[in-house]
């Protein structure tokens, strides 16, 4: 504890006597100033004991002894010791008054007791109330760090809050909540999550102070990593602001669990690298040798069906931010989930079919296509939604090869549409001529149909009309010439004349496949 005015009135040397304000010794006193000022204030910080002898006061003046004491309890002054036998032989009157009116504690020194005696005993006290502090932040220190080596980040917390008589929170980088202590803190330490997020953003290392939900506490939150992205945050919260022992607590913890998110990121690095390996082995068919190289590092994963999902983009950070959300979402559900960065532009993460973290993927995707959405109106700038998705079907590790291609397939038509994620699945349950919205679709349906609509601008013929009717009749002469109104032998010789102009033959399956793709591209462009 620090000294307080009731500690200096019972101090045997001293000899003090209380002549005002009572009732407010257990004020702490952060240091003794000695001023002979009229006016002292411009140089006090508060929390000051004010030491004067009236040598430039009129003290008995009860006017002027107002102004004086009421500019001193506004200015934070804890205390008043008035020297008595230098100019005054006992404390005049009007001070008294005005002080126990203002509720200033207003102390008599005896001319025996010297300024310096009072300084050094305030001094030696805050040096003793630090000392303890020192003390005790250590061997909280120690006592974090076998929690730490013992029970982990769950035992650590739990040994924090008991520190600061309080509660404490760990989240992940996305600013989920991973545990707290104690539990009753879990509902608590949710309703922070944006105040987290806020927080996530600014340079590491970062820290704030925010009002506790409900200003129920006082809570400090700090960032964890040495990183330029934070790796993870802790929470404290406690009914007042932190003392120095639970200061060095605080410290303590936030280099301790710093330490171990830096260390399981160089774990997860090793685990990457498994990753790849195991990737590599199921791509080239070798479920087998894959599910040995893993082991139990990926748990089920290998043995249940799984989704693989390709990232591309060429901001690293959008890349980083979509393993982020995969990992974070696997960690929280406890799923297993193999994430293999490709180069710089692309991502590859193999996840359980209708797990928790593909869910957090088509999130994530549907928050950038909103984002997206808003950057038409230009309220977004830069590259940062460059990214694509392909999802591929359901597979097991024997189809692997084919779920990856399944979903470079995916990610090809993202691209082209202009989407953030398209699902593989999609694609086969819909229709093939959104596809043909392709540029180089549209340049060869052009280039294939340029003759015959050359041809008809002659006025010599509809021989495009004819050939989509006649195409769509599957071939069958009365029935297209019905729907042109012509007669049969009038389309037969324009489809002759088709064949001439292309050069091709109409009996041929491919040719009749082209030219009705040609036709349905040309059809979407108008």
Not at 47 to 66: C, H, S, V
Not at 318 to 341: F, K, Q, T
Not at 486 to 509: A, F, K, Q
């Amino acid at each position: 504890m620090p000294p307080t005015l009731a500690s200096l009135v019972h101090h045997s040397a001293l000899k003090l006597t209380v002549r005002a304000g009572e009732d407010h010794l257990d004020v702490p006193v952060r240091w003794v100033h000695a001023s002979e000022l009229a006016d002292p204030v411009p140089y006090m910080e508060g929390g000051e004991l004010l030491l004067i002898t009236a040598l430039k006061l009129d003290a008995e003046d009860a006017k002027a002894m107002r102004r004086y004491v009421k500019r001193l309890v506004g200015a934070g002054v804890v205390g008043l010791g008035f020297a008595v036998g230098v100019n005054y032989d006992e404390i005049p009157e009007a001070l008294v008054a005005t002080a126990q009116e203002e509720g200033l504690p207003l102390l008599e020194v005896p001319r025996r007791t010297p300024f310096i005696a009072i300084s050094k005993a305030v001094s030696a006290a805050i040096a003793a109330d630090q000392y303890r502090s020192v003390t005790a932040g250590f061997a909280a220190q120690r006592e974090l760090t076998r929690q730490a080596l013992t029970d982990g980040p769950e035992g650590l917390l739990t040994a924090l809050a008991a520190q600061v008589d309080g509660w404490a929170a760990l989240y992940d980088a996305s600013g989920a909540v991973v545990a707290t202590a104690p539990e009753w803190a879990g509902r608590r330490a949710a309703r922070l999550t944006a105040d987290v997020e806020r927080l996530r953003d600014r340079p590491a290392p970062a820290s704030s102070v925010v009002g506790g939900p409900d200003n129920e506490d006082r809570v400090e939150l700090h960032t964890l990593g040495t990183g330029r992205r934070p790796r993870a945050a802790l929470a404290v919260g406690t009914a007042a602001a932190l003392g120095t022992a639970e200061r060095y607590a605080v410290h303590s913890a936030i280099a301790l669990l710093t330490l171990t998110t830096e260390r399981s990121r160089s774990l997860q690095a090793a685990q990457e690298r498994i990753g790849a390996a195991v990737l590599r082995m199921l791509l080239a068919g070798q479920p087998d040798h894959a599910r040995a190289v893993a082991g139990d590092l990926f748990g089920g994963l290998l043995d249940a069906p799984f989704r693989i999902v390709v990232g591309e983009s060429a901001d690293g950070a959008a890349l980083d931010a979509l393993a982020e959300v995969v990992e974070s979402a696997a960690a929280r559900s406890g799923e297993a989930v193999l994430v293999v960065p490709e180069g710089r532009e692309r991502l590859v993460v193999l996840a359980v079919d209708d797990g928790a973290a593909v869910e957090a993927c088509a999130e994530h995707a549907a928050t950038l296509e909103a984002e997206r959405a808003t950057s038409a109106t230009g309220e977004r700038t830069g590259d940062e939604d460059d990214l694509v998705v392909g999802l591929s079907a359901p597979a097991g590790p024997i189809a692997a090869a084919a779920a990856y291609k399944q979903a470079e397939q995916a990610l090809s038509v993202a691209r082209r549409r202009g989407r953030v994620l398209v699902e593989h699945e999609q694609l086969a349950a819909g229709s093939v001529l959104p596809l043909l919205a392709d540029d180089a679709v549209r340049a060869f349906a052009d280039g294939l149909l340029r003759p015959l609509s050359e041809h008809d601008a002659t006025g010599r013929g509809d021989l495009v009309a004819s050939l989509r009717a006649w195409l769509s009749r599957h071939g069958q002469w009365d029935a297209a010439a019905a729907d042109l109104g012509v007669h049969r032998h009038t389309l037969r010789y324009r489809m002759r004349r088709v064949e001439e102009i292309l050069g091709r033959s109409l009996d041929d399956p491919d040719v009749r496949m082209e030219l009705w793709l040609a036709l349905k591209a040309t059809a979407a462009a108008e």
